[in-house]
């Protein structure tokens, strides 16, 4: 039989080593954009829809920068299906960026997001290839957050 000798290592150093590989894996695995988010509800929740300030930090991880992009939230009906924010981005690989914009989504999905709750909003990111086909990504968010930091 063999000996086995058990090793105590800190969890820091652990997952200090995992988080840059992690990162790093992010568009190899089909996840271009990430992302965490939060939700503050303007005015009282109403009957079928509601009006929320969406604050969003996004990250491309796509390897390559993107100019002149659109990002979408995709909402349930009532609401409208798809809302931009008000202007485009251009963002380079590995970067970060913060944007806030207010949209008009189902009530449910409001109180949801706002407290936090799965599933999270549907983030699209719509840019032009090189070959000038629009693409639409969706951004893999990690969470709600408090100043919505991924």
Known sequence: MGRYRLVAVP??????????????????NG???IGAYSVRMIGAPGSGTSRIQLNLR?????????????????ALPPA???????????????????ITGQFTVATQEALRWSAGREPSPRIVVIATDAGGTARRYAVELIGASDGARP
């Open 11 to 28: 969890l820091a150093v652990v997952f200090g080593c995992l988080t840059p590989a992690w990162h790093l894996a992010r568009a190899d």
């Open 31 to 33: 996840r271009d954009f």
């Open 58 to 74: 996004l990250q491309n991880v796509s390897g390559g920068a993107i100019n002149n992009a659109v990002v979408e939230v995709d």
């Open 80 to 98: 409208p299906a798809a809302q931009s924010f008000r202007s485009a981005i251009s963002l380079a690989d590995r970067a970060t960026l913060t």
